[in-house]
Each structure stands twice: as C-alpha cells, then as structure tokens.
C-alpha cells in the first residue's frame, strides 16, 4: 500500500489559523493523506494564537519554530532558517502555505529551493499596492508555488495577466468560511455581545495596518474619526497588540476610552465571529475581516485606499472608506435596508474538500 501523502501545513499568524485548520481537519479524515502542522510562532499571544487553535480543534503545533516579532528581513530570514532544517529532514510530498505574511513567503522560498511542490491557497490576490508588506509577500509567493489556489475568480484573472499557466491554478473558493461553518453552533451559542453587556446597536472596530496605526498623523485621525462614530453607534474595538503599543505611546487609547469607545484585548475566533455577527456595521482594515462580513451581509466599512479583495465590494457589502469619509459612509450604510444577496462562487464552506480532491488529482 502506498503511505499517505505528507502534507506539511504553515501557521503563522492570526488569519493563518482560520485558512489552515479547515484543511487540517480535511486531510486528517483522509486515510492517503498525513498532515503535518508547522506553527512558525509569528503570533504568540494566547488570544492571538493558542486560543484560536483551541477554537479550531487545532492539536498542538507537531513543529513550532518560536520565531516571534522582528523586521520584516529578521522575522523571514528567522522563518527560512529554521524551516529549512524542518523541511530537509522531513522532505515532505506538498508544502501547503496560506495567505500573504511574511512566514508565507519565507517558507514558500525554502519548499521552492528544496524542490518539495509547493502550493499557495489564498491565491492571486492582488491590491496593486507595493506599500503593502503583504502585496510583496503575495507577488513572490505567487511567481515561486507550483499550484495557486485561488479564493475568487479575480484571482485567477490576475494570475493570468501575469502569464501565469491557467493548469497551475485552481478556484477552490474562501477556506476562511470553512472555519466558520466548522463552528457555525458555537458562535450561535457564545453570545458575546450580551457577554459584554451590549443590549443597543453596536458596531466593532479592528485596526492593525502599518498604514493607518504606525504613522502618528494617520492615527490620530482615525481616533477623531471614530470618536464621531461613538456619537452614532456605540463602538467595540478589540485591540490588537500593535495597534495598542501605537495608541498607548500617543496617549489616545485614554482618549477613545473617554469618549465612550470599548476597548478590549483581542478576542478568540469564537467570541470575536460572534460579536461581529451581532453588529450592525464592521469597521475595519483586516483582509480576511472583509470576507467575512461579506459572508454575513454585514456592512464593512475598510480605513483603506484599495483591498486586494475587490469581490466583497462588487458582490458584497464592503465600501473603501477613509478618515473623513468615514461617518458618512457609515449612515449612508446603516440607512441601506439589508438585502439577501447571492455569496460569491465556492464560497460556501466546502474549500476544504476542493483542496483534497485537487491535490489527489495533481499526485496522479
Ligand atoms: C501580521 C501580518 C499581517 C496580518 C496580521 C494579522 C506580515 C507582514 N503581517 O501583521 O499581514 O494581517 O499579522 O494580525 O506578516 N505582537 C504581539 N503579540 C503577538 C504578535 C505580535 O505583541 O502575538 C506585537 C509585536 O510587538 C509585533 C507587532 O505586534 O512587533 C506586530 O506583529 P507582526 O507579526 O510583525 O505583524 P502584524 O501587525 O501582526
């Protein structure tokens, strides 16, 4: 009998667990394939990492490489040496790395160089902005994997454009929403907005670009900006770490706080997906946050200049807004009456299943 494929799986930071856990437990199921999970320890905080593996029935890490916080040539330089070793002694059949961080990248260029086939789920992607760390980490990652798997058909047309051969991609759809409808009941029943005492409408903030919270000037009139909201909506910000050394250092976490914003520390994916799914509108500048609302048809408003994710505006319910288009947009968004709209395509909780199916039909 042959041994099952050995399928090594990169987790690095928070999106990752979510893209990466729907597949574990697909390819685990499956007696041809042996799945092995690579933390590479990018996230560490409990609610940034542990707790959302536990969310996902995640078991532990068969490797972490602890590579923590750095510089983007640190944090990928850390990640490419330690995997490396990691990878040649294992030497893997496929090498499966999600989403567009800095250890996406770093391992893709290790799996590449070692010759071990090396797929990308999440894509094609493409904000057009080089600005974006992320945007570089897409492009690369892109040019150097055997297989893309795209989660929308502008994936695929981008990767095209780029003279990308059309038998190196395949759509299988948002794997992000696998996890959800991996733990549809247990976001039904956490009800975390009553859990934080939230009886009126409420709306949840999440910031973490280097864009909007490291430069002084541009947070500042992010903070101004949702202070005006709080006027409307009472607002819940689960803060993310970076974002709290930023807010902290110019003093204007005390400044939200006073004026009515909810501050809290980052949430788990269970709490988290259910205060969102109770919220009357998302502002945000996560990627996978976009997705998801769009999923939920819950209006989302994105603190950015362009979205590498433009099908949760086209078929969705996301709008590009900025600190003083922010308020507007927000009413413009709260008066719209919610209409049920078709999901985009493979977008539907069966990801996973695709991937499987596709890596038994490449194998062959
Ligand atoms: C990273 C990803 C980004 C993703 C985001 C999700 C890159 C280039 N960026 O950005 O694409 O959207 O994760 O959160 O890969 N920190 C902690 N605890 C942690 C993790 C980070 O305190 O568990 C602090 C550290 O001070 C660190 C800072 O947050 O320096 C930023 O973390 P880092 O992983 O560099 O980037 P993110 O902003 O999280």
């Known amino acids: 009998m042959t041994p099952p494929a050995r399928v090594h ?8 667990f979510m893209k990466v856990a729907p597949l574990w437990h697909a390819l685990s199921a499956a007696p041809d394939f042996a799945p092995v999970l690579i933390h590479t320890g990018q996230h560490y905080d409990a609610n940034m990492s542990d707790a959302i593996f536990a969310d996902l029935s995640l078991p532990q890490p068969d490797h972490h490489l602890g590579v923590g916080s750095g510089s983007h040539a640190e944090q990928t330089g850390r990640v490419m040496i330690a995997y490396e070793s990691v990878e040649m002694a294992a030497r893997p059949d496929w090498l499966v790395v999600v989403g567009d961080v800095n250890s996406t990248l770093a391992c893709a260029l290790v799996g590449a160089k070692l010759r071990i086939p090396v797929v990308h789920l999440e894509a094609g992607l493409r904000s057009g902005d080089r600005d974006m760390p992320e945007e570089i980490n897409r492009l690369a990652t892109d040019a150097i ?8 058909p502008d994936g695929d047309e981008n990767l095209l454009r780029e003279g990308c051969a059309p038998e190196r991609i395949g759509n299988v759809g948002n794997i992000m929403l696998d996890s959800f409808e991996l ?3 247990k976001i039904e029943a956490a009800a975390e907005p009553a859990a934080l005492g939230l009886t009126a409408p409420y709306g949840v903030v999440t910031l973490h670009r280097p864009s909007n919270v490291d430069d002084p000037d541009a947070l500042l009139a992010l903070v101004a900006a949702l202070l005006a909201v709080q006027a409307r909506l009472p607002l819940v910000f689960p803060v993310h770490p970076r974002t709290a050394q930023r807010l902290a250092a110019a003093g ?3 400044r939200l706080a006073a004026g009515g914003v909810r501050l809290i520390g980052p949430l788990p994916y269970i709490r988290f997906m259910s205060l969102v ?8 500048d996560s990627g996978g946050i976009q997705e998801e609302t769009t999923y939920l048809g819950i209006p989302c408003l994105t603190l950015r200049d362009n979205t590498e994710r433009p099908i949760t505006i086209t078929q ?4 590009l807004v900025n600190a003083a288009t922010l308020a507007v947009a927000l009413d413009d968004a709260l008066a719209t009456p919610r209409s049920a709209r078709p999901r985009p395509k ?9 991937c499987v199916a596709e890596l038994r039909r490449r194998a062959r």
């Open 277 to 284: 799914a109770g919220a009357s509108a998302v502002i945000t």
């Open 183 to 185: 733990v549809r009941g």
């Open 145 to 152: 994997a055997d297989v893309l798997w795209t989660p929308s």
């Open 316 to 319: 969705g319910t996301n709008r």
């Open 252 to 254: 204007l976490d005390e």
């Open 9 to 16: 799986l990169i987790a690095a930071a928070r999106p990752n």
């Open 346 to 354: 493979n977008w539907d909780g069966q990801t996973a299943a695709r």
